[in-house]
C-alpha cells in the first residue's frame, strides 16, 4: 500500500514538474504597466562557459553624427524568488547626454541607436533559460555575442 503511495505521489510530480521546466518563460512576470519584456533564446554552443552576452539598451533617435549621446540609467539584475532565475531590468532610460560639437544647423539628422552610459554589461551565456530584459516602453534591447579565442597567453613575471 506504501508502494502504491509513493508511485502515486511520484507520478504527479512526474506531471507537474515537467510542465514547469516546459515553459521557463512562466517563471517571469509580464511586465508592469509602461514596461516590456523582450525575450532571447540563445541557440546551444558546444562550449558555452566560452560565451558571454552583451546586453545593450537603448533608443534611436534622430540627432547630427558628430557628437557623442549616451542614456542614464542602469540595468539591473533581479532574481526570481522560488524559481532560481534570473531577470533583467532598466527602469527609467535617460535623460539623455552628449558632446556639444559646433555643428552646421543646416546639417540632415540621422537615425543613431543611442545606449546607456557606461562600461558593456556581460552576463553568462546559458542557452537552457532565455535572457529576459524588461525596459521602458520605446526602448530597444539588442544583444552582442562574445566568444573567448582557444588561445590563452601567459603573462610574464615581474
Known amino acids: 500500500m506504501k508502494l502504491m503511495a509513493a508511485i502515486a505521489v511520484l507520478g504527479v510530480f512526474g ?3 515537467p510542465s514547469r521546466a516546459a515553459d521557463p518563460l512562466q517563471a517571469f512576470p509580464p511586465a508592469d504597466a509602461g514596461m516590456v519584456r523582450h525575450v532571447l533564446q540563445l541557440p546551444k554552443q558546444a562550449d558555452e562557459s566560452a560565451f ?3 546586453l545593450i539598451v537603448g ?3 534622430p540627432l547630427d553624427e558628430h557628437n557623442r549621446y549616451f542614456f542614464g540609467g542602469r540595468i539591473q539584475k533581479e532574481d526570481i524568488q522560488g524559481w532560481g532565475y534570473t531577470r533583467y531590468v532598466v527602469g527609467a532610460l535617460g535623460p539623455m ?3 556639444q560639437m559646433a555643428v552646421d544647423p543646416n546639417a540632415p539628422k540621422v537615425d543613431r541607436f543611442i545606449t546607456l552610459a557606461g562600461e558593456p554589461y556581460l552576463i553568462r551565456y546559458n542557452s537552457r533559460l532565455p535572457v529576459v530584459v524588461y525596459v521602458p516602453e520605446g526602448a530597444e534591447v539588442r544583444y552582442r555575442i562574445w566568444k573567448a ?3 590563452a ?3 610574464g613575471k615581474g
Open 153 to 155: 597567453t601567459a603573462i
Open 15 to 17: 506531471m507537474v514538474l
Open 149 to 151: 579565442g582557444p588561445q
Open 52 to 54: 558571454k552576452v552583451e
Open 97 to 99: 547626454a552628449g558632446t
Open 59 to 61: 533608443r534611436t533617435v
